[in-house]
């Protein structure tokens, strides 16, 4: 009971800081939004920051797949000493890496923009050009993040690593209030660029009595070799929907000026909803499942892996239910101010429902790569991403020419699902008996309940005025979500859905 209250109470602590970092985010959105609107310098901005952050998301997916088993496995048995050196070797190496990616991109920038965004015109290309060379200077202070926050994961301090999105929302908003009356769009790129200095510079004090830096380099150490060859498989699994969401931009590219803008606005609200409900989980159970494994304890593992599954269930469902319905709303109240019109609101809200109907398969796709990764399987993630890559693009061309932006955010989603999907027969596979049985009737339970939360919520927002204003539009919601929210836990606990119970009972605990 003492491990499992502890588990909750470390999910819990990590939840409170990510929301705090994710609610900062949000509003760093409003005054993105706000100054900028669905013009050209936001299209070119978010296009720039697609391109900057995509070596981020390659070096991220490897680092954080990779490093934390890897870490677990030479603490475990080699002691402390030997886990340091490893894990610092590991972090000069991807820095050095780091910088020569950023060298080439730099030299590279004007003819990667064209390829990348061919339907640009060359006022819009020169300007995404330049915003992608500011940010993309700073590359190696992010994978440096990247590495120590993956470090201080597999030391179980979960908390540091989260603390991190602070910076970014912190710098952005005072470049858009200081700075960009003279500056315009540039200044939210070196916001950025001040922004990744400052995320290394917060996570140094964490590192304090149980990390000691070295500066040793040995690219040629067994361990090191055995990362890069997990590392390469995972650099497409663990950012799938990132690299989906980029070629979403890329195609988008033709389309009517200010889709750019819709397509980020609406994917950064379900990155808002992933970061509160799905990353604290993920972060976490990683981290266990890994030394789980480490203790040769892979049923153990499996165990972790199905209770998440069933308790992202229960409490992501209903939120993508009235998400979907009252699309148009959120995106009214989260953006409609400033230069963002209700133009633009309807142009966006399409876009949000289309991407929200995807977060439970976005979801469990990532809670089934970590398990994956935690038996040091990097190949069967990789596998399964290409085919969810291959199925978004075909889908991507199909539903762009019959649904515009909408169709490339249901393309995301539909590949989503056919991601999750495979890699739950393929884990089958591996592990013959699942016991997904019980976790099915469990999910049974919680779809009825979701479909009564939905007729619920649907009715509540044809029944409800149209609101002009933000306060309206919150209370709108706020009437809505509650009685949609109301219907849905009564429905839970008259079909006895455990793991809503289990969870309320240990938050009582608590």
């Given at each position: ?7 909750l ?8 800081v ?14 993105t939004?706000a100054?900028?609107g669905?013009t ?17 998301l390659?070096?991220n997916?490897c ?8 870490y ?10 030997k ?24 030299a ?5 923009v ?6 640009f ?5 020169a ?8 940010m ?15 470090l ?10 989260q603390?991190?999105?602070?910076p ?6 005072i ?6 009356g ?12 001040a ?8 996570l140094?004090?964490?590192l304090r009595?149980?990390f ?42 033709t389309?009517?000026?200010?889709t ?14 992933q970061?509160i409900m ?16 480490a ?6 593992a499996?165990q ?7 308790t ?10 009235i998400?979907?319905?009252?699309a ?13 019109t209700m ?16 977060i ?22 990789f596998?399964?991403?290409c ?9 991507n ?7 515009g ?13 056919t ?27 919680i ?6 939360c ?16 933000t ?23 008259v ?10 009972a240990?938050?009582?605990?608590r």
């Amino acid at each position: 009971m003492a491990k499992k209250d502890k588990l909750l109470t470390g999910t819990l602590l990590v939840t409170l800081v990510i929301m705090l970092s994710k609610g900062v985010g949000f509003v760093r959105d409003i005054v993105t939004t706000a100054y900028f609107g669905r013009t050209m310098a936001n299209d070119a901005y978010v296009s720039a920051y697609s391109l900057f952050y995509l070596p981020v998301l390659l070096f991220n997916s490897c680092i954080s797949a990779t490093l934390i088993p890897l870490y677990s496995d030479e603490r475990a048995q080699k002691g402390l000493d030997k886990a340091n050196r490893f894990a610092s070797n590991a972090i000069n190496l991807f820095a050095i890496a780091s910088i020569l990616v950023s060298v080439v991109m730099i030299a590279l920038t004007g003819p990667i923009v064209g390829l990348v965004y061919n339907g640009f015109d060359a006022e819009k290309a020169a300007l995404t050009a330049k915003l992608t060379r500011i940010m993309t200077a700073a590359l190696v202070f992010n994978v440096t993040s990247i590495s120590l926050a993956s470090l201080l994961n597999a030391m179980e301090k979960y908390i540091a690593a989260q603390l991190t999105g602070f910076p970014l929302s912190i710098c952005v908003m005072i470049a858009c209030f200081a700075f960009s009356g003279k500056m315009g769009i540039e200044a939210v790129a070196w916001g950025v660029f001040a922004a990744n200095i400052c995320q290394l510079l917060v996570l140094l004090p964490f590192l304090r009595g149980g990390f000691k830096y070295s500066l040793h380099v040995d690219a040629k150490d067994e361990k090191i070799r055995r990362l890069v060859i997990l590392a390469l498989p995972a650099l497409l699994s663990m950012g799938i929907s990132e690299l989906n969401h980029m070629i979403d931009h890329a195609l988008a590219s033709t389309l009517p000026g200010g889709t750019m803008t819709s397509l980020t606005s609406a994917y950064r609200l379900v990155t808002f909803l992933q970061g509160i409900m799905i990353v604290p989980l993920t972060t976490i159970m990683f981290s266990k499942m890994s030394k789980r494994v480490a203790e040769k304890d892979d049923r153990g593992a499996l165990q972790m892996l199905l209770k998440s599954m069933t308790t992202l269930a229960v409490v992501v469902l209903p939120v993508v239910a009235i998400g979907a319905i009252m699309a148009s709303d959120v995106i009214q109240f989260a953006y409609q101010r400033g230069a963002f019109t209700m133009e633009d609101v309807a142009a966006t809200a399409g876009v949000l429902a289309f991407y929200v109907i995807g977060i439970p398969a976005f979801g469990m796709r990532d809670f089934l790569s970590r398990m994956f990764h935690a038996l040091k399987d990097t190949k069967t993630p990789f596998k399964v991403a290409c085919v969810v890559v291959a199925t978004n693009i075909v889908l991507n061309f199909i539903l762009r020419a019959l649904m515009g932006a909408n169709g490339l955010a249901l393309a995301t989603s539909v590949a989503g699902y056919t991601g999750a999907t495979i890699m739950l027969i393929l884990l089958r596979k591996r592990f013959g008996r699942l016991g997904f049985k019980e976790v099915a009737k469990e999910l049974i339970k919680i779809v009825i309940a979701t479909a009564a939360c939905a007729v619920v919520c649907f009715v509540m927002n044809r029944v409800l005025p149209a609101a002009d204003s933000t306060i309206r539009v919150f209370v709108r919601l706020a009437i809505s979500a509650a009685a949609s929210g109301v219907v849905y836990l009564i429905c839970c606990v008259v079909l006895r859905v455990r793991s809503l119970t289990g969870l309320l009972a240990s938050l009582k605990r608590r």
